[in-house]
């Protein structure tokens, strides 16, 4: 979504003719995104002090009231907000860093017409395994022309959707059609992306996603042909355990974003869920696929080791370790005595369980949305 902040609406301080008119189908747009669990950017304009495109430099010094930093003017139409959005952080969006709006949904400054210039776009979208790009919103001619031409130059696939930009021709569409970019519409999109979840049932998708991943980063766990035990060759190797933390979609996404923010690096469960699952306690060197809250794959961690202790003789070191909460020991057994309660009821949880402490180090992703989000 490019630059589809207020001032450049209809009735703004720099209003770009049909952007209006557009609005209804970028709202279709981030809404199927959304609900296929696919990563949504919003790249914004603000304009504080010189840092300003050269042709508007002069009018914005003189104090021209475009996309000021803090204003009204500045901020993303509401109809493209996810639910219990805030308003832009002006501050930190300037500083280069993303403002997480929602989960795999990011407003991120650019400084020029591109949004890859001299942004974190690239990183963020390989850290999300992207490989193609859907370019929609404000005034084609300028910056989704120029990001669409940089994003083909960084051998992504680019796709614009003609009736969720404002200010298309057909010359321009043509010019950058030559370039390899897709031309497409609205409906063409939404349905491209529902069908993710409609063509197999989720189990049979989830087990095609994990097999597609570990398929590419199985050389990271040194994994080759003359380690593959079941299968045929590489291709068919078996994949090491997918799992995801916690027992809610939200608390799966809040401590992966730990993880590969690098604050993560241990994880607790009750030796009561191995016993009730029938599951064997990991061992140091087992490898794991790490799933986000909709089941998808998104990094690789092998086990360094595994304790079992009672619950209250876990140590400070290894609640610090766990990265939740403020860290500190009386905060990890607060939330955990509140899971625990949860998952196994009151009447089995007590200080003096046992539990199994697993430290893990983090394979891939090498970079990561929540790498720049979140500060261990």
Known sequence: MVDVQVDFVEGGAMAVGGTRAVVPALARLVAAYRAAGLPVVHVVRLYEGDDVDLVRRGAIVAGAPVVRPGTGGSQLLPELLPDGAGELDAALLLSGRPQELGPHEVALWKPRWSAFHRTSLEDLLRGWDVDTLVAAGCNFPHCPRATVVDASQRDLRVVVVRDATSQVTEEGLRQVGSLGVAVVETDDVVAAVGRQTRDAPHDEVQAEAVLAYWERVRHL???????????????????????????????????????????????????????????????????????????????????????????????????????????????????????????LGDDRFDERMPVVCERFELLHPTWSLERTLTTP
């Open 221 to 343: 766990a040194r994994v080759g042909q003359l380690d593959v035990v079941t299968g045929r060759g590489v291709a068919s190797a078996v994949p090491p355990p997918a799992w995801s933390f916690g027992d809610s979609p939200r608390l799966a996404d809040e401590l992966l974003a730990l993880v590969l923010a690098g604050r993560k690096t241990a994880t607790t469960a009750s030796l009561l869920e191995y016993e009730d699952d029938g599951e064997p306690l990991p061992r140091p060197g087992e490898l794991s696929i790490l799933l986000d809250g909709r089941g998808r794959p998104r990094a690789l961690v092998r086990t360094a080791s595994v304790e079992v202790v009672p619950f209250a003789d876990v140590t400070a070191g290894f609640a610090a370790a766990e990265g939740e909460g403020d860290r500190s020991l009386a905060s990890w057994r607060e939330e955990h005595a509140r899971y625990f309660r949860r998952v």
